[in-house]
């Protein structure tokens, strides 16, 4: 089974940008399409964004349609979330996960999760 270690994320300030990262174990990586969720205090883990295998298809959330960037590199197992004009409301706990490439993806429609990683905006 692959792991997923994910490192970035941190404080910043509104209006600020961060960048996460979501290191794959294994040779199946470039297989699957890569997906963000987050969870925020006292809320359900959201869908935030989704790169098809090759990366060439994106999805996104439109809360954060515009905004957040993602994208892979299937040589570096590797995938990237960058967060840009952040807002108070985009704090939470961001988690990758490697899954189906679908719209409007589903936390079922995954299997392996990274660790997440806390992305706090400050107003």
């Known amino acids: 089974q692959v792991q997923l270690v994910q490192s970035g994320g941190g404080l910043v300030q509104a209006g600020g940008s961060l960048s996460l990262s979501c290191a794959a174990s294994g040779r199946s990586f470039g297989n699957y399409g890569l997906g963000w969720f987050r969870q925020a205090p006292g809320k359900e883990r959201e869908f935030v964004a989704v790169?098809?295998?090759?990366?060439?298809?994106?999805y996104y959330a439109d809360s954060v349609k515009g905004r957040f960037t993602v994208s892979r590199d299937n040589a570096k197992n590797t995938g990237y979330l960058q967060m840009n004009s952040l807002k108070p409301e985009d704090t939470a706990i961001y988690y990758c996960a490697l899954g189906r490439y679908v719209l409007k993806p589903k936390q079922t429609d995954f299997g392996s999760w990274g660790q997440g990683t806390q992305v706090t905006v400050s107003s």
């Open positions: 790169i098809n295998w090759s990366g060439v298809t994106t």
